[in-house]
């Protein structure tokens, strides 16, 4: 909480939850029955996950929103899917300056994982589209037991910290 940085998240909330508001709102007037629509939210929208608080705000803001307009848009014949994939192995996410611990408890989802899902939600017309079974799997377990759950994950980053003494930083160290 205290390594938040205000000025992030604001951008973050911009990029991620206005961005998506700014695009569906332009298209609604243009998209016809039949149209499909596929919004990218996270695994992080998914779950309040440790380490990723800000971010994964701007991510539950994309799913409440797509849930809240998703009737209405399917009234009118149009398919609404919200995609939440785990942290991808992109370049991107390859060369960020640091690595969250939860990087390291779950395995990177693959880019063709996350295109073959999204090919497989456009013929199914789904609303969530999960990418791997652990992301089913956290979805599942955090309907049965959300506290539990936490706990469990805020143990295992605790346990991968102290196992890492570069984890005294104010950032998460760079990834490997």
């Not at 332009?26 to 596929?38: D, F, K, Q």
């Not at 409440?64 to 919200?82: K, N, Q, T």
């Not at 652990?134 to 959300?146: M, T």
């Not at 295992?156 to 160290?173: G, L």
Request: charged share 25%.
């Amino acid at each position: 909480l205290e390594s938040l940085r205000l000025d992030e998240c604001r951008l973050d909330m911009e990029v991620n939850y206005f961005g998506t508001l700014h695009v569906l709102h332009a298209a609604a007037s243009r998209l016809r029955p039949g149209s499909h629509v596929i919004c990218v939210a996270s695994v992080a929208g998914l779950k309040g996950l440790p380490e990723f608080a800000g971010y994964g705000a701007t991510k539950f803001a994309v799913l409440g929103f797509c849930e809240a307009v998703e009737g209405e848009l399917r009234r009118r014949g149009i398919a609404l899917s919200v995609l939440c994939p785990p942290a991808v192995a992109t370049p991107m996410v390859r060369n960020l300056s640091y690595h969250p611990a939860l990087y390291s408890l779950f395995p990177f989802s693959d880019e063709r994982a996350v295109v073959e899902t999204v090919l497989r939600g456009m013929r199914s017309r789904r609303f969530l589209l999960l990418v791997d079974p652990g992301s089913r799997a956290l979805r599942l377990v955090d309907r049965v037991a959300p506290r539990l759950l936490a706990r469990y994950l805020e143990w295992r980053i605790q346990r991968y910290r102290s196992a890492h003494p570069e984890w005294r930083t104010e950032r998460p160290p760079p990834l490997r």
